[in-house]
Antibody
Framework: EVHLVESGGGLVQPGGSLRLSCAAS????????MHWVRQVPGKGLVWLSR????????AYADSVKGRFTISRDNVRDILYLQMNSLRVEDTAVYYC??????????WGQGTLVTVSS | QSALTQPASVSGSPGQSITLSCTGA?????????VAWYQQHPGEVPKLMIY???NRPSGVPDRFSGSKSGNTASLTISGLQAEDEADYYC??????????FGGGTKLTVL
């Protein structure tokens, strides 16, 4: 069974940084592209970033380009999202997800990031 | 890039068929057959219902079907059931090598 577990969320001040992790199990992590998606509670889904199997193909939404960095460790089966220069509007639940033809077929439970002074 | 356009709300009665729309542009929905649909019940994580316009993942009832015409994709739910009441989101791959979601549609089963 596919299992994705996000961690690393919490409270951070505007301008601060956080690194989110997504531990994968139940499938061959290195064989799949992976995504990060966020959702403000009560609002819609927003796609953030996607990384190819070997990390050679990376894409970001304009809203986070230059501030967020996606990466992965195919030995430890972990996906990361380094978030810098955080803004109040980055407050959301952050999900990692497994890719199937640019869709997300498996989702973690999410980790809440709160950016506030 | 702006989100794909979905109606804010749709309603239907049990047993009815309803269709949810998702309108994009020639740079996303109209460019590729990589349109997906997700169902999200309150307090739960999204669930993939359709990918590549028409494909259903294992376990998704065949009451759910997808289609696309030009820049607009559609999700049809036939034989509407109470448990289908949820938020539905569409997404599409884009010519910028990104993915974009719609704003979501709240489906109410009357």
């Amino acid at each position: 069974e596919v299992h994705l577990v996000e961690s690393g969320g919490g409270l951070v001040q505007p301008g601060g940084s956080l690194r989110l992790s997504c531990a994968a199990s139940g499938f061959t992590f290195s064989a799949f592209w992976m995504h990060w998606v966020r959702q403000v509670p009560g609002k819609g889904l927003v796609w953030l970033s996607r990384m190819s199997r070997d990390g050679s193909n990376i894409a970001y939404a304009d809203s986070v380009k230059g501030r967020f960095t996606i990466s992965r460790d195919n030995v430890r089966d972990i996906l990361y999202l380094q978030m810098n220069s955080l803004r109040v509007e980055d407050t959301a639940v952050y999900y990692c997800g497994r890719d199937v033809n640019s869709a997300v077929d498996s989702w973690g439970q999410g980790t809440l990031v709160t950016v506030s002074s | 890039q702006s989100a794909l356009t979905q109606p804010a709300s749709v309603s239907g009665s049990p047993g009815q068929s309803i269709t949810l729309s998702c309108t994009g542009a020639s740079s996303d929905v109209g460019a590729y057959n990589h349109v997906a649909w997700y169902q999200q019940h309150p307090g739960e994580v999204p669930k993939l219902m359709i990918y590549d316009v028409t494909n259903r993942p294992s376990g998704v009832p065949d009451r759910f079907s997808g289609s696309k015409s030009g820049n607009t994709a559609s999700l049809t739910i036939s034989g509407l059931q109470a448990e289908d009441e949820a938020d539905y989101y569409c997404s599409s791959y884009t010519t910028s090598n990104t993915v974009i979601f719609g704003g979501g549609t709240k489906l109410t089963v009357l």
